[in-house]
């Protein structure tokens, strides 16, 4: 396991994608460093975390869906069977 991921970061494309998230990681770090926080802030900033998370969620789940009405057509399938070269 550990051979093929240092075959993956060896790559150019897996020492892109290793680089893009060390850019996210410093942008992180730099992000949320704040003097004043202590450990009563960060549950309440796992908390906000999880409830923004949880909304964006359900929000894109509702536009997906209402996506995926808006662009289906009503289909009408009929249980009978009608013979238009023989009608009754």
Do not use: H, W
């Not at 900033?45 to 808006?70: H, M």
């Amino acid at each position: 396991m550990f051979m093929l991921f240092e075959l993956i970061l060896a790559s150019p494309i897996g020492a892109f994608i290793f680089s893009r998230f060390q850019d996210v990681l410093y942008a992180v770090i730099v992000a949320s460093d704040c003097e004043d926080c202590g450990l009563n802030d960060l549950g309440k900033l796992l908390f906000g975390g999880v409830l923004a998370a949880i909304l964006v969620g359900l929000g894109a789940s509702v536009l997906l869906r209402r996506v995926k009405d808006k662009s289906r057509s009503p289909e009408f399938v009929s249980i009978r069977a009608s013979d238009t070269n023989n009608p009754k």
